[in-house]
């Protein structure tokens, strides 16, 4: 049974960091790309950050390049978002994903389409 499970949400003030994690069970090679996503209430759901699980690259929506680095542990089988310099439009709900996707990381970014499994998402609250 293929398991995410999401943590390390809270509220910080703007400027500061946090470090979310998606500690993974069940998954096999064949979802070879791990992402986060973040969603705000009346919204679509943003891509946020993607690694190839066997490759380990990455890449970035540009809201957060320079800012976020998405990596993983795979002796713990987790993967990490650590968010620095956070901005209050950096509010929301975030959502670890595993999905499948077989072309080089790069724009277009891989659509939401490719990703069947989701944590149950991490409050991110940014104030001013």
């Known amino acids: 049974q293929v398991q995410l499970v999401d943590s390390g949400g809270g509220s910080v003030q703007a400027g500061g960091s946090l470090r979310l994690s998606c500690a993974t069970s069940?998954?096999?090679?064949?979802?070879?790309?791990m992402a986060w996503f973040r969603q705000v209430p009346g919204k679509e759901r943003e891509a946020v950050a993607f690694?190839?699980?066997?490759?380990?690259?990455?890449y970035y929506a540009d809201s957060v390049k320079g800012r976020f680095t998405i990596s993983q542990d795979n002796a713990k089988n987790t993967v990490y978002l650590q968010m620095n310099n956070l901005k209050p439009e950096d509010t929301a709900m975030y959502y670890c994903?595993?999905?499948?996707?077989?072309?080089?990381?790069?724009?277009?970014?891989?659509?939401?389409?490719?990703?069947?499994?989701w944590g149950q998402g991490t409050q991110v609250t940014v104030s001013s």
């Open positions: 069940g998954l096999t090679s064949s979802r070879n790309c």
């Open positions: 690694i190839a699980t066997g490759s380990s690259s990455t």
């Open positions: 994903a595993a999905g499948r996707y077989y072309a080089v990381l790069g724009p277009p970014p891989p659509p939401l389409s490719a990703f069947d499994a």
